[in-house]
């Protein structure tokens, strides 16, 4: 349904003079979900995100945020959007406590700072001058700028870098309330593991197109899952099974790795399991995973 777009992006393009930053872009991200836009430095992300905020005019496309173009639409769309910058330009010699009153008088919305202060664990810096800020402080303070009044649309590039990782992790947690409180975040991140834990559906860019999109499930299912193990030497008097993916083995001198790729992870797990079984074969440091996002990342970025 309509209704639950807040952001489409359709054919999107904007260049840098002669570099298409961004070309040809599709994009649809869904009213109450948290969508991570991945890349490798001057994949696009950025650029989209400013499409998005309405602080570019593409070249061609179009691009809708909740219903409105964004670079027509900004006084309208203002008041509905929270956005955190790479770089925000703080006042220096205002206090972390004056900085968000500021903010409440300059937006319709509201909020409760004492309460906002404690979201974003600076009370004991609440009358400190932001100059005085630690960089992973003032990344916190920016983060509570953009949550302010919990928009309904929340746009985060890189809000975790300077972090701890301890930091990290409350700031995910409080993102993740602000989704099942009803906002929808698009956020970016160098930090893979951090679109694992928090995002309902990715999508990778490279060379300012979208190479990868979906659910993560979807997204790791375009990379096979591996089983490995190391078997004794005796254990290759038997046949192995017939296996759904591809199988490599190394051989040495005490036996075999055996690194198999799969589609079919459950069933040729069983598979081997069974073999094992019925031989008495010890299987040593036994494996089984899905793709990692890591792994999906570097495979885009490979393709050059």
Do not use: C
Request: charged letters at 25%; hydrophobic letters at 40%.
């Amino acid at each position: 349904m309509e209704d639950d777009i807040v952001i489409e992006i359709s054919l999107l393009r904007f260049s840098y003079d002669t570099f298409a930053a961004v070309d040809g872009v599709d994009l649809t991200v869904r009213r109450g979900e948290i969508f991570a836009l991945l890349g490798t430095n001057g994949a696009g992300k950025t650029t989209t995100l400013e499409l998005v905020e309405g602080f570019r005019r593409p070249e061609s496309g179009t691009v809708r945020v909740l219903g409105h173009d964004p670079a027509r639409a900004r006084s309208l769309l203002k008041p509905r959007m929270g956005m955190m910058l790479q770089h925000a330009g703080l006042i220096e010699e205002l206090s972390v406590f004056e900085t968000l009153k500021l903010w409440g008088s300059l937006t319709t919305r509201s909020d409760d700072v004492e309460e906002l202060l404690d979201r974003i664990e600076l009370v004991h810096r609440r009358d400190t001058r932001v100059e005085q800020l630690s960089g992973g402080e003032k990344r916190r303070l920016d983060f509570a700028l953009a949550i302010y009044g919990r928009p309904e649309l929340i746009v985060l590039d890189e809000p975790t870098t300077g972090l701890d990782p301890e930091s990290r992790q409350r700031l995910w947690q409080t993102v993740e309330r602000l989704r099942d409180s009803g906002s929808t975040i698009l956020l970016t991140t160098h930090y893979l593991e951090e679109a694992e834990s928090l995002a309902d559906r990715v999508a990778i860019m490279h060379q300012g197109r979208i190479s990868v999109a979906g659910t993560l499930p979807e997204v790791l299912g375009t990379r096979p899952s591996r089983i490995t193990a190391r078997v004794p030497a005796s254990a290759l008097e038997r046949a192995l099974p017939a296996f759904a993916g591809a199988l490599k083995s190394t051989l040495d001198d005490t036996g075999a790795l055996l690194v198999l790729e799969t589609t079919a992870l459950q069933e040729d797990l069983g598979a081997l399991l069974r073999w094992a079984g019925d031989g008495g074969i010890e299987l040593d440091r036994l494996t089984a995973s899905q793709a990692s996002l890591a792994e999906i990342f570097l495979t885009v970025g490979a393709n050059r």
